[in-house]
């Protein structure tokens, strides 16, 4: 029923660039903001990325520039290119959608990861 499925991880060499998709499905509310966010090997999850369906957009200050969040609004659809990747990208990269607007708000599904490496 409802799920939330990441997929375009994988391993790139510094430098490189992958393109990270995420769907929702059976959720069961109108999905206002879909967020990219990852956890980094002793870090804390972190928001790398976000969309809201007024077309406002959020970064980390470590990814700006290089990763560009976009979305399809007529469906539950969003991906994150990025580009010039860094060792310290390296992380698990969970989609999330809420209800909300806000992106001080809660997530509320997540999906189970998908795993980007970068090697140096």
């Known amino acids: 029923q409802a799920d939330v499925v990441e997929s375009g991880g994988g391993l790139v060499q510094a430098g490189g660039s992958l393109r990270l998709s995420c769907e929702a499905f059976?959720?069961?509310?109108?999905?206002?903001?879909m967020t990219w966010h990852r956890q980094a090997p002793g870090k804390q999850r972190e928001l790398v990325a976000g969309?809201?369906?007024?077309?406002?957009?959020k970064y980390a200050d470590s990814v700006q520039g290089r990763f560009t969040i976009s979305r399809i609004y007529d469906k539950d659809m969003m991906y994150m290119q990025m580009d010039s990747l860094k060792p310290e990208d390296t992380a698990v990269y969970f989609c999330?959608?809420?209800?909300?607007?806000?992106?001080?708000?809660?997530?509320?599904?997540w999906g189970q990861g998908t795993q980007v490496t970068v090697s140096s």
């Open positions: 059976g959720i069961g509310f109108t999905i206002n903001t």
């Open positions: 999330a959608v809420s209800r909300y607007s806000d992106f001080q708000m809660p997530s509320e599904y």
């Open positions: 969309i809201n369906s007024f077309g406002r957009t």
